[in-house]
């Protein structure tokens, strides 16, 4: 059975067959090839996979990403950033990898912040001097980061399939996070100066100060989510209801954006996302069921347990996994396939759950970034108006440093674990 699970998989993929469809007709051949398992199996899995309590938090943070993206805060956020950074060399870079910081606390999507950040800052960093494959390339690289801070919809995904602590995941994604923002900031600094880009604004307190109440209503959303939830205050589905609640009002009633005429428009849209990601979510679940019972699982962690004597060898084959299969799979659908496969090995090598989810999840998170699939960078070279190839040259400095800070993260346990280690 999983010699054919995993052949017609990959074939469908050939086929360029969607994932989600992948998924399911992998799973019925592998159940009918096998012939001890009723039919029902799948649709009875499919519908228990996704009857989760903590699961509930994915559609109502894709509800408040709705929100966030059409109430104007992406706008407010980049002109907060603007004026905090907008003083350095290369201010617009670090004001786009700032906003991205903040904006990650927020939407806990990468693909939304590119939308949100990009559409505002790639324009205004070509007007400002800066080379459109720059532009996109810095846009692209920082926006992974909405998937490494706090909300995440992968660690979400990574914590239902493995029954790890979402608090705990939320706390361990915030020093991750903030690294990856800062080693970004280095890069454009350096690139910046060397080449020149960008003019430097003039430091204004005023202006920050007028920035900051303008945005501080909007800053205050990462508090609510995040500070709710790691001081006991909300679980995560809680927190994400209250996020909903919050941005609805600051945006209708204090922003004054979102009329009521957008909210069919919000929630249809919010609607079709949802549907979609829990269909892909009950495919998987079946997809897993199966790998289960022929104990995959088991098999494949005995073997790497064998293979790779350390654990920093199978860290090492943890972050190349994630490397190629990003290529091929957005970092949301490879969560979902790997982390049934990989956790077991990690916990064989005796390795925390939550250093774990942040090493897979920010080693897939890379796949945002490379092509053929990498979304951040298709869409943000979209907005900046050039194709994915202009962009590679300019890509590969953050890239690079993406790269390294994945292995930094995978070798020195204590960035993620420091906090968590504390709630205990």
Request: hydrophobic fraction near 55%; charge should be neutral.
């Amino acid at each position: 059975m999983a010699e054919v699970l995993f052949l017609t998989f990959a074939a469908c993929l050939i086929l360029s067959v969607p994932v989600v469809f992948s998924l399911l007709v992998a799973s019925i051949a592998a159940i009918l090839w096998g012939g001890a398992l009723p039919l029902t199996i799948v649709p009875h899995k499919l519908v228990s996979g996704i009857d989760s309590y903590p699961l509930l938090a994915i559609p109502l943070f894709i509800v408040f990403g709705e929100v966030v993206n059409k109430g104007g805060i992406g706008r407010r956020i980049v002109d907060f950033s603007q004026a905090l950074v907008g003083s350095f060399r290369g201010g617009l870079a670090h004001a786009n990898i700032t906003a991205s910081m903040f904006f990650g606390g927020i939407s806990g999507s990468a693909t939304a912040d590119s939308a949100a950040i990009g559409s505002v800052l790639i324009p205004a960093m070509k007007r400002g001097g800066y080379p459109a494959p720059f532009s996109v390339a810095v846009t692209a690289t920082s926006s992974i980061i909405g998937i490494i801070i706090p909300p995440s919809v992968d660690l979400i995904l990574y914590g239902w399939l493995t029954d790890t602590p979402m608090d705990e995941l939320f706390a361990g994604g915030l020093l991750p996070g903030v690294l990856i923002g800062a080693a970004l900031m280095v890069v454009a600094y350096v690139i910046s100066s060397q080449k020149g880009y960008g003019v430097r604004q003039p430091f204004s307190l005023p202006e920050l100060a007028r920035k900051t109440g303008d945005t501080f209503p909007a800053l205050m959303m990462p508090l609510i989510i995040i500070g709710g939830i790691l001081g006991g205050i909300f679980t995560v589905t809680e927190a994400a209801a209250a996020a909903v609640i919050y941005g609805l009002l600051i945006t209708s009633l204090y922003y004054r954006e979102l009329k009521l005429s957008d909210f069919p428009a919000l929630f249809t849209d919010a609607a079709k996302t949802i549907g979609q990601v829990m269909f892909l979510l009950g495919t998987a679940k079946v997809f897993a069921y199966v790998m289960t019972i022929e104990q995959v699982p088991l098999k494949l962690s005995q073997t790497l347990f064998e293979a790779l004597p350390s654990t920093q060898l199978f860290a090492l084959n943890v972050i190349l996994i994630c490397l190629v299969v990003g290529l091929f799979l957005t970092p949301a659908i490879a969560t979902i396939i790997l982390t049934p496969i990989l956790f077991p090995a990690a916990q064989s090598f005796g390795i925390d759950p939550v250093h774990f989810g942040l090493m897979l999840v920010s080693g897939l998170a890379l796949g945002h970034v490379t092509p053929p699939v990498g979304l951040t960078l298709l869409l943000s070279a979209s907005i900046g108006g050039i194709t994915v190839e202009q962009s590679l040259k300019s890509l590969l400095p953050f890239l690079a440093m993406l790269v390294a800070i994945v292995l930094v993260i995978a070798y020195v346990p204590a960035i993620t674990l420091f906090i968590p280690e504390l709630m205990r």
